[in-house]
């Protein structure tokens, strides 16, 4: 690795990783990683999953001992064994998921795991104070539970910036972010490290998002440092190479990473929203949707209101419509009544008013299971919430939502069962030791494959598909895209419901952009620009 | 749908799923070894406490042990009376297996088990008709008893959120309450005083013609009515669980009350009527005892049966095949104890070595997943390469 010597020489680093290494059993995890963060430097780490960065994280944090190499802090070799040392030594990491307590205040949240007396108004002031600094506004005495998710992103930075740190690690800061909330994230490390010489460390799978925010970037590919580059020299469709390890066509994979080039990485992530994505050829619609062929809705929502249990309004008279053999994106911010209507088309709660029509007939909400028999499959957000059932057998998963057809008048017929299992086992690519083994054993991509198939199983006329990449990897969601496609030519009619722009603009012939719960406009994709998107995920007509 | 939350973490079972079990379909794997290593270090150290616990209260543990054998399973009587004590045991077990499956924790049996032995002998006393038809109203009363009891349960859950666990235990409380008054009620069901003694806190005696009958004569084994319906009860209920429709949704709904609900399936349809079925097979555990071996409603007629037969389905992880032998083995202790008098130990001591065993049971189940959780997060940390080969599935749940 000819890259890693070539360090910038100059001042004492920030931060020096050296030769780490770790192997859980056959599986080496990171191997003989360098790393060098300067002082006031946003370092980019990329990376698949699995390529080793959170492990390399680990272990720079204490969570985790290497096995072999060592951590140096502005030169000196230190002792990271415990999360508590990193802190003394000046390391503090936001993690991807955030470790806050919901019902608890945002000081409170910035005051756990502190040691010695805990004073309310100091740290209040703390908050109040940080957060001025670095343009974090948040209440400190606000409950996290009611703030949204760029909100506890803040709440995360504020604790972590308050106990001063020399370097700070940001695991996928991003991944629930909006795009003006990202770009504001980037905006304050850039003050941050600029005004006061803190190393930054931003672990990203966003090639976006690398290029435009980072000042040197390394990647990470099956646990070795695969290239290191300053950002400057290099490029998205470069990084994204070095990155799979091999050439990426910038369609579905472009789409996959994140990978909306920009031309000038040193604007932040507003370029994205200033045409970015002229640059990515943009997915064809598929040809066969017949988007403007009357009277064919498949799917037809009409007129839904959901108001939430503290009688906040969830969704707001939606209406909208999914032609048979069409892909309709539902795009719009988190948290915006996408989990709601996620949840009413999964069956799981009934809207105050309005209707559901599949293939012209109302569906009778009220009734679990109503929505399937009508031939609404679903792909959940949270697959493990009400995807599926992770005890049980992945041939158990794969029949769960049909039991009548695989079984007698009282028993279950377990051969019919096991040869429907094998067949989809194999016809989706799901792997797995058998079909017996528990459904919690198999990775993500293969669990929501699983998902996929049983609802694909059932020919369903409408699959409305809720995030469905989540957490998925390249190759998961490659995979992802080329079934809902398929799906689409077979005539289904497909609703995309997701918060990737990319994701949204590759497959989609029509976008729907849902704001507040309810849809500001739909635009064919043609039509659709970042900026007209833009505007009216911001819930202003375009 | 409330705050946006980030993607989702691994879903982990929570721990008090591994005390109830109630997941039939999952083969043994290394967990199942590691369990069963722990289980006998366990049992051992459980059997030591008794040990030192007889010898501290000056017994001697080869006596206790010697009259544990002698009164439960030394001879034909031994095993009868084992058997009558473990026909209530296995009832009730399997109506917690039931609920337990469903995901709905009912402890009230012991509550239930009285309202049965109350309804059934309030049928019993004045239903006139033959023998036959009294017996089985009776029994089929019982179970009705016990499953409204439950069923009172079920309905505060589903109509108000009312938390099952608390509401079952609570009316075993006014089960108590409502039996004491039902016998101290000369118009209900207390005894009709006979010559000049006051009558007494419970009820007639059921006539001979009205008691279960026992197939075998003393000191040969007798097997009674209640063991033989126990017994069917749990084959029967062993092949539902596993293998039917039924038992299906019921693991479903257990484990994943929204995928069940994304599946069809009513929470409050299955969900409370598998309560009301666990209450009813504590109350015909209920009938079982009054019609088989005590005959009287009496306040003390459940005699920790349902609180026992809890246990027995703890230690059978909600596996009716499993509470069989469980139940035999825990209606062995207490037919044992009562043998204990003569060693000079206390026979409530068979009481703290029927807890120890209890322990010594549940606790691996939860120690092993503590156990396999640290393994498990030690190596999640190793993120899994990205794209394992063919060969070598991914055995863990890769981190996402």
Known sequence: MSHDRARTDGPVPALELRGISKRYGPVVACDAVDLTVQRGEVHGLLGENGAGKSTLM????????????????????VDVRTPQQAAEHGLG?????????????????VALGEPGRIDRDAICADVEAVGARYGLTIEPTATVERLSAGERQRVELIKALRRDPKVLVLDEPTSVLT???????????????????????????????????????????????????RTADTSAPELARQMVGRD?????????????VTDDPAKHLTPVLQGGLDAVPAEPPAPEAPADVPGTAALALHGLCVAGPDGRILLDSLDLEVATGEIVALYGVEGNGQATLGDLLSGLMAPDTGEVRVDGRAVSLDRPGALHEAGVGVIPEDRHRSGVVLDLSVADNLVMTDLRRFSGRFLMRRAQIRAQAEELVERFAIRTPSVDAPLRTLSGGNQQRVVLARELSANPTVLVAAQPTHGLDVGAIEDMYARLREAAAAGVAVLLISTELEEVMALASRIAVISSGRITGVLDVADAS????????????? | MSAPSPTPAPARRPLAAYVVGGMGLRRPGADAWRTAAITVGCVAVAVLLAGLLVTISDGSPSEVVDALYTGSIADAAGWSQTLVNAAPLLLVALGACIANRAGVFNIGQEGQLLIGAMVGCFVALRLQGPGWLVISVALVAAAAGGGAWSGISAAMYYTRGVNVVVSTLLLTFIAIQVVQFAVLSPSLLQETGIGNG???PQSDSVPEFLRLASFGQYPDLTIGVGVILALLAAVVLAVLLGRSRWGFRLSM????????RHAGIRASRLGGSALVLSGAFAGLAGGVILLGTVFRLQPAISNNYGWDGLLV??????????????????????????????????????????ALLVLAFVVPPVLSALWGRRLRNRSAVAETPARPSAAAPAKEEVPV
């Open chain 1, 179 to 229: 795009i003006a909330e990202s770009a504001a994230l980037f905006e304050v490390l850039r003050t941050s490290v600029a005004a006061e010489g803190r190393g930054v460390i931003l672990i990203s799978h966003k090639l976006a998002e690398i290029t435009a925010a980072t000042d040197v970037v390394s990647v990470l590919r099956r646990g070795r440092l695969a290239f290191h580059c």
């Open chain 2, 313 to 354: 389905a703890l230690v059978a992880r909600s596996r009716p095949g499993l509470a069989v032998p469980v139940a035999v083995l825990f209606g062995g202790l207490r037919a044992g104890s009562s043998y204990l008098a003569a060693t000079g130990v206390p026979d409530y001591l068979v009481d703290v070595i029927q």
């Open chain 1, 530 to 542: 970042p900026q007209r998107l833009g505007m009216l995920v911001g819930g202003e007509a375009a």
């Open chain 2, 198 to 200: 006051p009558a007494r």
């Open chain 2, 253 to 260: 709904l257990g484990l994943n009350p929204m995928a069940a």
């Open chain 1, 248 to 260: 990426v066509s910038l369609r579905a994979e472009g789409a996959a990473l994140g990978l909306v």
């Open chain 1, 93 to 109: 990491m936001v993690h991807q998921h955030f470790s806050l307590i919901e019902p608890l205040t945002v000081w409170e949240n």
């Open chain 1, 58 to 77: 680990k272990v720079l944090m204490g969570l985790v001992q290497a096995d072999a190499g060592d951590v140096h802090r502005d030169g000196v070799a």
